[in-house]
């Protein structure tokens, strides 16, 4: 199952419980955390101070990329960390190539708007107007489909909709539903930014890339962006990674660009989403009066292509990407021409976390560095485990790649950052965990603090299942549970189990949180891998977690 989601203020990244529990926020910049070391803001210069905050970061495995920082056509820093390319030991250099994925939303809104200046487009135009077999467009606006708030179907986190041609889209959605009436809320889409692609495309007559180079590359210099980066052959071109810590990198696959397309297909470098900033500085694409319009919030602080939010009483205007092997944000405070460009060839980072320690370094507000202490793998590996907060929400613990993982129930997982062995600050919501023993000395409770406030949450029942069309339950059903193996830690089993012709994965609990399915190389695994295919018969299923960083599954069928 692919995973393709954006890292935004206002993303849905926090843990958050179920309604009827508590809802776990962001703490404020100026917490104060014993096991962080504090920055004296007059210590230092600006960009020695960017140096630190980003040097802390890539040293802990938690950035690889580049960066800039431009105000007022003034280089604030400019810095590149790591390779591009592991395997041939090439470094990332400022004009390095990286996938932007969903900065590309900024790009289709910038070009929608220019549309409908140029009076070939309104805002008000109905979906129906392109879309008529569309049983819902009659209600969907185009300023629905800009601003998120459109309710059709979200490509985001449930992939069941074909995307290998328009007519294929266009044919799942006639039998969709709507989430909510249009206008009435707001949740991130994909899907809406296809749309508009696909009409950008009717309206001129033109690709979608063509369009864009003709409206937005070509006026702004903008020569090293494109699309389609699965095909791109260029020497500067960064591979993208799932890790880039330590002796753990691991190469991360690339979509093909009709899986992206105008919702996330651009690549690009720093100097040229620069150039981007620049254009909308000076108006050169839309005008001023429209720019204005793209910077006010519609709803859920999201306007016309971009985020808004506040900090030090300054607008920032802003958007992210994120999905397989690479991250990036593009943060702009237009007011004062402020431009700051992350572009990173790694998942496992928290881009968040760093812009807002750059915008605290460049607002003179306090920020913290990151300091973090070693544990062996046998250390992190007593740790993992399942806790309990109330009914509904279970927080997963899991080694790999040689660090800790906490992952809440139907939520992105974030790093665990060592403080002793057993405190770990969580750097995505600053906040931290403590595990804490019982008069036997096993851990059977985790204390998770956050915003002042301490939650305990009792030891839970750790059980790895299989579940599938090949199981006797189906994907419905609950999982055929598998027994830890007493002789060996970090195995599972189940025998003489019946299966169908089908297909199976593993997962913990019942729940998609912690899950793995196969690989392309036979009977290894990875974490949300593909399905795996199963012929009937009686089978002895073996899940082998001991090496956490290469787990493998055998299926032996009985004589």
């Known amino acids: 199952m692919k995973t393709y989601q954006d890292y935004t203020p206002n993303g849905g990244r926090d843990f958050i419980a179920p309604a009827t529990h508590i809802a776990f926020s962001k703490l404020a910049f100026g917490l104060v955390l014993i096991f962080f070391t504090k920055v004296g803001l007059a ?21 690889n990329g580049s960066v800039l920082v431009v105000q007022k056509s003034q280089i604030l820093f400019n810095k590149s960390y790591g390779y591009r390319d592991f395997k041939a030991q090439t470094l990332a250099t400022e004009n390095t190539k990286y996938l932007a994925y969903s900065i590309t939303k900024s790009v289709t809104a910038t070009l929608i708007l220019k ?50 041609s328009e007519q294929a889209m266009i044919n799942f959605l006639k039998q969709s539903k709507l989430n909510f009436k249009p206008g009435t809320s707001w949740r991130y889409c994909n899907t809406g930014y296809y749309l508009l692609g696909f ?29 389609d980066y699965k095909n791109l052959t260029d020497s500067l071109k960064s591979k993208g990674y799932k890790s880039t810590f330590k002796t753990y990198v691991k190469e991360a696959p690339l979509y093909d660009n009709k899986e992206l397309f105008s919702a996330g297909g651009m690549y690009t470098t720093l100097r040229d989403l620069y150039k981007f900033h620049q254009g909308m500085q000076s108006y050169k694409i839309i005008s001023q009066s429209t720019t204005e319009k793209a910077y006010t919030p519609y709803k859920n602080n999201y306007g016309h292509g971009w985020f808004i939010e506040t900090m030090a009483g300054r607008k920032l205007v802003s958007h992210s990407g994120g999905a397989s092997g690479f991250r990036s944000y593009l943060i702009r405070d237009p007011e004062n021409d402020l431009c700051i460009v992350l572009l990173c060839n790694s998942e496992e980072i928290d881009i968040v976390a760093i812009k807002k320690k750059i915008l605290a370094i460049l607002f003179n507000e306090p920020y913290w560095l990151p300091k973090q202490i070693n544990l062996s793998e046998k250390q992190l590996a007593n740790l993992e485990g399942a806790f309990q907060y109330g009914s509904e929400m279970t927080f997963y613990i899991q080694a790999g790649n040689g660090r800790l993982h906490i992952m809440p129930s139907r939520q992105p997982s974030a790093i665990l950052l060592p403080q002793t062995d057993s405190t770990f600050y969580i750097d995505k919501i600053d906040g931290k965990v403590e595990f804490k023993k019982n008069k036997l000395g096993e851990i059977d409770t985790l204390v998770l603090e956050q915003k002042g406030k301490k939650y305990i949450l009792p030891k839970a029942s750790f059980q790895w299942g299989i579940v599938g069309s090949a199981t006797p339950n189906g994907w419905a059903g609950a999982d055929i549970v598998l027994k830890a193996d007493i002789t060996q830690k970090g195995r599972w089993i189940v025998r003489n189990i019946l299966l169908k012709n089908g297909e199976i994965k593993f997962r913990v609990n019942n729940d998609w949180t912690l899950s793995y399915g196969g690989t392309d190389d036979q009977n290894k695994l990875e974490k949300g891998g593909q399905n795996i295919r199963v012929v009937a018969g009686s089978y002895d299923v073996i899940l082998d977690l001991i090496n956490v960083d290469k787990p493998t599954y055998r299926l032996e069928i009985r004589q």
């Open 199 to 227: 009409i950008i495309q009717k309206v001129t007559g033109m690709s979608y890339e063509k369009v864009v180079k003709n409206y937005i590359f070509t006026p702004l210099s903008m020569s090293e962006s494109g699309f």
């Open 115 to 164: 549309l409908v200046e140029d009076h070939k487009l309104s805002l008000q135009d109905k979906l129906s107007t392109f879309y008529p077999s569309l049983p819902f467009a009659d209600s969907i606006t185009i300023e629905h489909l800009l601003t998120h708030t459109s309710g059709i179907y979200a490509y985001n986190n449930d992939y069941s909709m074909p995307v290998e």
């Open 43 to 63: 210590q230092s210069t600006t960009s020695q101070k960017l140096e630190q905050l980003i040097t802390a970061y890539h040293e802990l495995g938690l950035f």
